[in-house]
């Protein structure tokens, strides 16, 4: 805080000596320097609305274009074969996509009930049982981890986890929608974890004295006043952990195995909608069917992550109600 | 718990028995786990950049690429990937940090600027991929350019705007108001308190959330596949905007996956590596003398 107080301290002296120099200079350059000021004052307030603009303007160019190519999918298809066929063979013209869609549900939930379990350990521990300095260390550790690129968790997940997977079977089946899940997990734990963490470290302190005081043990404190309290901000941390494994790409891609299949057992090569889209979107013409129907498919994904936002908004607001 | 209560003890104190029991085992519990998660995740690290580092040679790094034989290098890759990074935040960075100082300073409190907060949160929430079929439809279908450098830099620095703008929002915002008054009671205009003091002072802020876009941007391969292609113009050092631009993620994807080479493992091992190697770099480089002057600063 002292030193904080001291940055504008060079400010102060630039601002004085040059008003003090117009000034002396006479009035009229005074008067321009004021309309100049004025005036970028002005421009660099227009040029952030021009951002800000551009950037809803971004938002909106992609929900029109995603909009505009996918429905065009229902002129030769119709809603409900597309949405409840599973039937996806674009050669003979079907256009099923409930595999896809069953997918990525089927793929979200499983990496949720590993993860987040997980992640809420790890969330106590690093809020409420690891020494000081442990919790310096590790805290960056996970924050660098957000940053590792997915197509390296998917090599990894190609390399290691699946011969691992096949070992484990005794079968030749490792890729499937389990690797996908663990895959996925190791990307969004740290994402859950961290947001989670903060939300148990900002439970106010005199809520865990008061249930000390009551008797309580650490255990029944943490489970009973400290989760409970910061309910609203895990909710936050996990959904936006769902959101990046509903949209995560290539991670999904180089394990999953890639083959239009329903996901009915854990271990069997199967596809979501980012996979699909992203294997056959470079090799099918722009004005095609097939095309449309991924774009279909990229517009329900956008829904749906865009349905998120507004479910952690209401939460944000449910929470300052609170 | 009532079946523990038994002979000569009360109620009371074995309940606490049992009590301090669980506390303790939940205690070597989240140990164990945190303790395991933490260790299999350093590990993983330690095997991407041990199985990669050490077998680097600048053949392999400033090399071109092969289709069919071995020994091929990922030079054009890696430069198209330092090229889109640039390009992308030359565009990113300016645009999403007066979006956000103007969501930060000069928004009004109204409906409309609640919404225009939906935007950008919304923007940060859309997967890569629809950036990428977005890409696609504006720049090979409208306006024909095909899977350009460019068009995959637009591309990311649409993907990385939403993040800078709300990164610059917070930063400028957690700015003690204090600074903010002291300036304008000088005399300062609204524009001269933003360049000499909000933005200085929220530097730190500011340059975390360029460090998180860059690596995002340096290592997304989703985007890059959809609008710059998976094809490198196949020399090195090309400046050439409209030449196709596979990227370094990218060529690590499609090395394991889809090519010929005799040698995929091998290549691939290496390029994770580098590509992991530089994302550790971007976030020590940036972040250690902020983290040092905020430690400075506090004491």
Known sequence: MQLDTSAPNPVISTNSSELGGSIKTGSGKLFDRKNRLLFYNRAFKIACIASAAFVCLI??????????????????????????????????????????????FALTILTLLISVPLSIVIAVFLAEVAPGWMRNFLRPILDLLVGIPSVVYGFLGLTILIPLLRDITGTNMGDGILAAAIVLTIMVLPTISRISDDAISVVPKKYRDASYALGATRFQTIFKVTIPAARSGIMYGVILGMARAIGETMAVVMVIGNTPQLADALFKPTSVLTSNIVMQI????????????????????????????????????????? | MKTATSGTRGAFSSNRGINDFKNRMFTVFVWGISACIVLFILA?????????????????????????????????ALFNSFYMLFISLLIAVPLGMSAGIYLAEFAPNNKWIGFVRICVEGLASVPSIIFGLFGIALFVEMFQIGLTIIGGAISLAFLNLPVMTRVTEEAIRSVPK??????????????????????????????????LVAGRAFGESAVIILTAGVTTSGEMWDFNLLSPGETLAVHLWYVQSEAIVPDAVSISDKAAAVLVFVILMFNILFRIPLWIKDRRNKH
Request: proline share 5%; net charge neutral.
């Open chain 1, 282 to 322: 470079a090799n099918v013409p722009f004005d095609s069917t097939w095309n449309n129907a991924l774009y279909m498919m990229g517009f329900l994904l956008l829904v749906i992550s865009l349905l998120m936002i507004v479910l952690v908004r209401l939460l944000q607001r449910k929470g300052a109600h609170q």
């Open chain 1, 59 to 104: 938002l909106f160019s992609i929900l029109f274009f995603m909009f505009r190519t996918g429905v065009l999918t229902f002129r030769d298809v119709s809603p409900m074969t597309f949405f409840f066929s599973s039937d996806w063979s674009p050669e003979n013209e079907s256009y099923g996509a409930f595999i896809f869609i069953f997918g990525t």
């Open chain 2, 178 to 211: 204090e600074l903010k008054q002291a300036s304008f009671a000088l005399g300062a205009t609204h524009l001269q308190t933003i360049r000499r003091v909000l933005v200085p002072t929220a530097i730190s802020g500011i340059v975390t959330g360029i460090c």
């Open chain 2, 44 to 76: 993983l690290l330690y095997l991407i950049l041990q199985k990669g580092l050490p077998n680097l040679t600048w053949g392999f790094i400033m090399g071109l690429p092969s289709e069919m034989e071995e020994g091929g290098g990922i030079g054009p």
